[in-house]
């Protein structure tokens, strides 16, 4: 059916409200854009040295610096005022919350990077590389419904370590494939020949961390939620005596207070260290060929080969009575499994895939 419009077809907005109509107060502005808000502009610089070794041995060394301007900052611009008795006093009683977009984030990123590689010979190539870095902003996410600024009055105030900064991350790779014995008896050749391991290491630096303010977070009045704690001045001792001691006692909880009231707190964002993560793949492989058109492989995967468990932040609520204790098992850094790059990985994962290739077959067992 064809339908035709005209300009009066849109006259009618169901939607416009009677001129009688009734707002219920406060009103809450979910996301609006500020007058002067600009695109964001990220300059990049390289440096670098490549250098080989050898025929077969390569290395490379580079520093890499990031500066971004204006990037998308979130903040209350109606945020409550502890003279006021932590009211909402700028805009008056009819509105609430009033989110802006504002594009005065600033973010900068500077890593060292060094990699050394050596390509496939006698069977063997090795790939590995290490960066130091540091990343700050302002805000590390932005995105509409995210957390706000903690004071709306000062960005800078927010300015510290990101979050996703992890300062040291080594990954090295490795692939080994042994001969495939032609001229040998044909046992000798089945049993040693053609075999293929490779393993893939990751360590990491642990996430940062905030303290938070306790007392809901609100103890400025600025109705953000977002408050961090006070520090007393005594010694951090983050992840310090054994395993057992650091997972109930990651820091010092006696270097942390609540904020004064009608005050923000004098502790930087991202201030601690979460605990370091390492895990590694390993993946053995034989291939038996028959005929020269038949092939037949066994592959046997581990994941988190040596069963190191990845643990989550600890609880950083002033007041809770896990304060300071770590209670989760967190992210494993492997990516090597399709989907598990933010996977949480318990212990190891065994798998056994079989694979024909004339017959097109394909079989995988896998346990933990």
């Keep these: 059916m064809l339908q035709t419009f005209t300009e009066n077809s849109f006259a009618q907005n169901p939607n416009v409200p009677a001129s009688q109509a009734i707002f219920t107060t406060p009103i809450t502005v979910g996301a609006v854009y500020s007058p002067d808000f600009r695109l964001g502009i990220t300059q990049n610089w390289t440096a670098s040295v490549e250098q080989q070794l050898r025929s ?44 802006e977009f504002t594009s005065e984030g600033t973010s900068s990123y500077q890593a060292l990077q060094i990699g050394i590689e050596k390509r496939l010979s006698h069977g063997l190539q090795i790939r590995s590389n290490f960066t130091w870095s540091k990343s700050v902003d302002i805000l590390s996410n932005a995105s509409y419904s995210s957390l706000v600024v903690s004071n709306p009055m000062d960005l800078r105030h927010d300015r510290g370590v990101a979050s996703t900064n992890v300062p040291l991350i080594s990954i090295t790779n490795l692939v080994y494939t042994t001969l495939d014995l032609r001229g040998h008896n044909g046992f000798v050749r089945a049993v040693l020949g053609s075999w293929e391991g490779s393993l893939i290491y990751t360590m990491q630096s642990g996430f940062p961390f905030s303290i938070q ?24 001792q983050v992840h310090q005596g054994s395993k057992q001691q650091w997972l109930a006692y990651y820091f010092n909880t006696a270097a942390f207070k609540t904020n004064a009231v009608g005050t923000f707190e004098n502790s930087q964002r991202n201030l601690l260290k979460g605990p370091e993560i390492s895990s590694g793949d390993l993946a053995l492989i034989k291939n038996w060929m028959y005929q020269e058109r038949y092939t037949l492989q066994l592959r046997g995967e581990f994941f988190n080969v040596l069963n190191h468990p990845s643990f989550g932040l600890p609880n950083t609520g002033l007041g809770n009575s896990n304060f300071g204790q770590i209670t989760t098992i ?18 190891r994962l065994l798998q056994y895939p079989r694979k024909d290739r004339r017959l097109n077959a394909f079989c995988m067992f896998a346990r933990r």
């Design 213 to 236: 303010g306790g007392n809901g977070n609100n103890n400025s009045g600025s109705l953000q939620l977002a408050d961090r704690a006070d520090i007393t001045g005594m010694l951090y």
């Design 330 to 347: 967190g992210g494993n850094p492997s990516a090597s499994h399709p989907g598990w790059s933010e996977a949480v990985v318990l212990n």
């Design 56 to 99: 077969d041995l390569a290395f490379h060394l580079a520093y890499v610096d990031s500066q971004s301007y204006h990037q998308a900052i979130q903040k209350d611009l109606n945020p409550g005022i502890y003279a006021a008795n932590g009211t909402r006093a700028l805009y008056g009683p009819n509105f609430g919350q009033v989110l």
